[in-house]
């Protein structure tokens, strides 16, 4: 597939522009908002996109400066074919038309199927993540702004059963010896035999030559109706023509049938004399295998009988060995065991000693601990002191309520309150005051004295004597009411503020917080004192004490036990005394068990060698009798079998007779086949043949002409010839139609048959190694000639790639440990690779797009770069750049394409930017919120904006737009949103080119 042309209307920053592409090299540059990565996403979305795309994909698509719907005009070639496809994106109103140039034209829903079928993909959906679907197609071609580092192994997964069969088509399949694979082999050779004879030709009734045949008879009849039309316009002068022509032929006829018959008869005698070579090839060649064979076979025989004589005189001297070998190791096997006798006396004496040594060691050690132990006691029983008079001080304390100073400002708060209450209660309520009586006088159940008042708050019965009963009702009103509440809930919490420590008043807290804090001084003061004395490690120091003289003695019995009899020491002096004494018996002890050792290690080495002498002797022995053994069965065998030396004599002679005579008789039909220059025949017989079919031919449709120019003028032309003509071009064509097919049939049965013939004698390559080839030729311009990738499929997908350079050091390195520009290198060489593979299914060529693809590569190797993209075009690729700088690829020598800033559009620009940067200088002057001065989209929320910011810094604070997208997992508008805000934030800035990637700004004081 080649693209031709691209013509956009409203697209974006395009008015009405137009570019025709060159079938091999093109670059398109222009300054930044150019609109070149505009221009290849306008052929892509052409391609791929449905023009009822609705939602943000269509919004994104439509021009903020031009009126009118997005239109997209694009012209390719794919097979010899060409096609224009035209839409018109405008939501459900959107049209698409696709024409096959000289043939039909379809719309709508059929043109986009249709489409899809020429670009072999599948029918693109709306909905959420429409532009991502659509951007993954082709994506192996199209290196997209800002992802030309990406990883393409992803992109050839993607096509990884396309890829799988361009591969096995082209000769990657792997050898077959599985019983399917035999199957498969067997069935192949079935069809083949099928179609073709033994020769390659086609069999007759096949469907292939039904086929050509049919394409015979139309051609016939296409060319006898066009010679009718051309008799009709001059029957008089066909007429003429075709007299002169009967005879002429006539004559060609009469003279070169005998040419032919004398050919003929020649090459019939060619084949009777090439039938007789074949026989006289087997047979001389039968004569010289057996002549050769009896010569072999004679040369064997006397191979075989020199051996004998040498394997014989060997194995004399080797059997006397072993008979000496034997003697020697039988008399230092009795030395052996007399040496670990004396060995094993001495052990026996050394450990009685090294008992008794670690005994009186176990002595020693226990009588140190003791003494320890005892030293430590004195401060032990100190701690052991205090910690009782603690424990006593902690009972006490844990007895008296848990009353603490808070707790109890807590409850005198509360007291006041109450009191409080009760003053303001006693205030606002009546008081009766008794001056003087007779009689006595209660409040309710209270007796009052003289001289005595009784506040009255609350309705009370007066009584005087037995018969004066009065009800006294205070004032007050709701005021008193309340104060009375009060008071009734200062006593509620006050007594359960009580309650809940166990205490009947706050005198008593008091009270009980005195004697705990002096309680707790005495238990700081005992603190003190075990902190003086350090309690803790004198507690852990006795406890290790112990512990050791535990240990101790249980080690002493220990080893006590294992010493039958032994005066015991009574103390530590005593120990170590009798230790000392018996260090030197210890020592002669040692001494002579060391020296039975070596004795007997001694000679149990030298009994050793002389086993390991004795067996490799045997075993040689034994291996020369063997193979003398086989010598003289193989001697015995070729006697047997060829005869005895005279007899063997006489028929090699026979058959080197014979094989002198085959060869001449051979030699002699080789040369009277040159004689006759069969080539020569072969070809003779072809041109007379072909030369009296030919005068055959013109003869009879002379004839024809001839009758039919007469009948014409007889009848002036009462039938319509051109009609006729019409009818039997139109049976050509569906006869080559049918014929197509059946040779494509054919040729790939054919080619089966090859492959399978071929594979079931050598092991073919990988699938991968015709893929890997190709992407290393690219790679060989970057790396030299020993710069190469490798990949493998694993577990039905591509692994990942890695670059090997041998004049590096050797190895390989994955590509994710590449550097970025050696990234976008190996990735487009990879593209180029996989789009030479693949284009055999799409005419044989495919577009490359690089759009910015090589934006961290140095100037060298880029002027590299040109060279691989060169060879692309030249292998039939056709390769398109997008770049900034045209200087970088002025080596490439491609048609240029340039794009220009429209004014407009440049006007609109700078006014955008100068009212974004105001409001930017607005807000650092008010220290407001980017949110707050409406300078940039305040959709993008705060979490958003960090989890870019995040994203991009895990990424190293550099990423394409494509790859951060990806990482972030959103939608295109989502992310445009956030990026725009941040950008004009200045918290990102972005790259070269419209939609270039983005890098985080590290300010001072505010890292990320």
């Known amino acids: 597939m080649k693209l031709l042309s691209i013509e956009v209307k409203s697209y974006r920053i395009h008015r009405d522009v137009k570019v025709d592409f060159d079938p091999s090299r093109n670059v398109i540059t222009g300054p930044n908002e150019s609109g070149k990565s505009t221009l290849v996403q306008a052929v892509h979305r052409a391609l791929f996109m449905k023009s009822k795309i609705t939602g943000d994909a269509l919004r994104r698509m439509k021009s903020d400066r031009h009126p009118g719907n997005p239109e997209v005009k694009l012209t390719f070639e794919v097979d010899g074919a060409t096609y224009i496809v035209t839409k018109r994106f405008s939501g459900p109103t959107g ?49 997209w702004q800002g992802s030309a580092a990406e990883d393409p192994a992803e992109h050839a997964n993607e096509q990884f059963d396309s890829l799988l069969s361009r591969l096995q088509a082209s000769g990657g399949a792997v050898v077959m010896q599985s019983e399917l694979d035999a199957r498969v082999a067997d069935t192949v050779r079935k069809e083949f035999d099928a179609e073709f004879t033994e020769n390659g030709k086609p069999r007759k009734s096949s469907e292939l030559d039904l086929a050509s045949s049919a394409v015979q008879l139309a051609a016939s009849r296409t060319v006898a109706a066009r010679e009718q039309v051309e008799q009709l316009l001059d029957a008089a002068r066909m007429l003429e023509e075709a007299q002169r022509t009967i005879q002429s032929e006539s004559t060609s006829i009469a003279q070169l049938t005998p040419q032919l018959e004398s050919a003929n008869s020649k090459l019939a005698e060619v084949g009777a004399l090439r039938a007789t070579e074949l026989h006289q090839e087997l047979e001389a060649a039968t004569k010289r295998n057996e002549h050769d064979e009896l010569i072999e ?18 194995l004399a001297p080797m059997e006397a060995k072993v008979d000496e070998l034997k003697a020697t190791e039988e008399r230092l096997r009795v030395e052996l065991t007399k040496a670990e006798s004396a060995h094993q006396g001495a052990t026996t004496r050394a450990r009685l000693v090294r008992l008794k040594t670690t005994a009186l060691d176990g002595f020693v050690a226990y009588y140190e601990c003791v003494t320890q132990r005892d030293l430590i006691r004195v401060r032990y029983e100190r701690v052991k002191k205090a910690r009782m008079e603690r424990e006593e001080l902690q009972a006490s304390l844990a007895k008296l309520p848990a009353i603490s100073s808070q707790k109890l400002k807590s409850l005198e708060k509360l007291q006041k309150s109450v009191d409080d209450a009760e003053t303001a209660l006693s205030a606002m309520g009546a008081r009766i005051h008794v001056i003087a009586s007779d009689l006595e006088v209660r409040a309710g159940d209270v007796k009052l004295g003289m001289g005595k008042s009784h506040p009255v708050t609350e309705e009370t019965e007066l009584q005087i004597g037995k018969g004066v009963r009065l009800r006294i009702s205070p004032g007050g009103g709701m005021s008193l009411a309340t104060a009375r509440d009060n008071l009734i809930e200062s006593r509620q919490a006050m007594q359960k503020a009580l309650d809940e420590v166990g205490i009947e008043s706050t005198a008593e807290a008091a009270e009980i917080v005195n004697q705990r804090k002096q309680f707790e001084a005495q238990v700081k003061s005992v603190d003190a004192r075990l902190d003086e004395i350090d309690a803790d490690a004198v507690e852990g120091d006795f406890a290790s004490a112990e512990e050791a003289v535990v240990g101790a003695r249980a080690e002493l019995d220990r080893r006590r ?25 210890r020592e002669s002890a040692d001494e002579d068990e060391q020296a039975c050792l070596h004795a007997r290690e001694a000679l149990a080495k030298r009994l050793t060698k002389k086993t390991d002498e004795l067996r490799e002797q045997t075993q040689s022995v034994h291996d020369g009798r063997r193979e003398l ?28 007779e014979a094989n002198d005579r085959a060869q001449a008789v051979l030699a002699d039909t080789r040369r009277r086949l040159i004689e006759l220059q069969p080539d020569l025949l072969e070809s003779d017989v072809a041109r007379l043949t072909r030369s009296i079919k030919k005068a055959q031919e013109s003869k009879s449709a002379a004839n024809d002409a001839f009758l039919v120019a007469k009948t014409k003028l007889l009848r002036d032309g009462t039938s319509d010839p051109r009609s006729e003509l019409l009818l039997a071009e139109a049976a050509e064509r569906s006869a080559r139609d049918r014929l197509v097919p059946a040779k494509r049939r054919s040729d790939s049965v054919r080619l089966l048959n090859d492959l399978f013939t071929d594979a079931q004698r050598i092991l073919a390559e990988q699938f991968t190694k015709p893929l890997a080839d190709k992407i290393s030729v690219y790679l060989r311009h ?3 000639p020993r710069g190469r990738v490798e990949l493998s499929i694993e577990e039905g997908s591509f692994g990942s790639f890695s670059l090997v350079r041998d004049d590096a050091g050797g190895g390989s390195c994955s590509f994710e440990a590449l550097s970025g520009g050696t990234k976008e290198q190996v990735a487009a060489a990879v593209r180029l690779g996989m789009a030479e593979v693949l284009a055999e299914g799409h005419g044989g060529c495919l577009p490359v797009v690089l759009d910015e693809a090589f934006a961290y590569s140095d100037p060298q190797r880029v002027q590299a770069l040109q060279g691989m993209l060169d060879l692309a075009a030249h292998r039939g690729l056709q390769v398109i750049v997008l770049t900034n700088n045209l200087t970088d690829f002025a080596g490439l020598g491609a048609q240029q394409v340039v794009l220009r800033v429209d004014a407009t559009a440049r006007r609109q620009r700078t006014d955008d930017d100068a009212e974004v940067a105001e409001s930017i200088s607005s807000e650092r002057q008010s220290s407001a919120s980017p949110e707050a001065d409406g300078a940039v989209d305040s959709t993008a929320a705060a979490e958003d904006r960090k989890e870019f910011i995040d994203a991009l810094a895990a990424l190293g604070g550099s990423s394409g737009n494509l790859a951060l997208r990806r ?22 800035r972005p790259g070269a080119g419209r939609g270039g990637p983005v890098h985080l700004v590290r300010q001072l004081g505010n890292e990320g």
């Open 782 to 784: 970057l790396f030299g």
């Open 561 to 585: 036990a294992a010493v039958a009899e032994m005066t015991e020491p009574v103390d530590g002096s005593s120990a170590k005394t009798m230790r000392k004494a018996i260090e030197p018996e």
């Open 95 to 143: 049209s698409t038309t696709l024409t096959e140039v000289g043939g039909e034209t379809l719309h709508g829903d059929e043109a986009e199927e249709r489409l899809n079928g020429i670009l072999g993909v599948g029918a693109s959906e709306g909905g959420r993540g429409a532009e991502d679907r659509v951007n993954r197609q082709w994506a192996h071609l199209w290196a």
């Open 967 to 988: 990482q972030l997992r959103w939608d295109e508008s989502r992310y445009g949103a956030v990026r725009e805000y941040l950008i004009a934030a200045g918290t990102v």
């Open 629 to 656: 053994d086989l010598l003289r069965g193989q001697e015995h065998q070729l006697v047997k079998t060829h005869g005895p030396d005279e007899q063997r004599r006489a028929e090699l002679v026979r058959r080197k």
């Open 297 to 314: 076979a004679e040369r064997r025989l006397e191979s075989a009988r020199i051996e004998v004589k040498r394997r014989s005189l060997e």
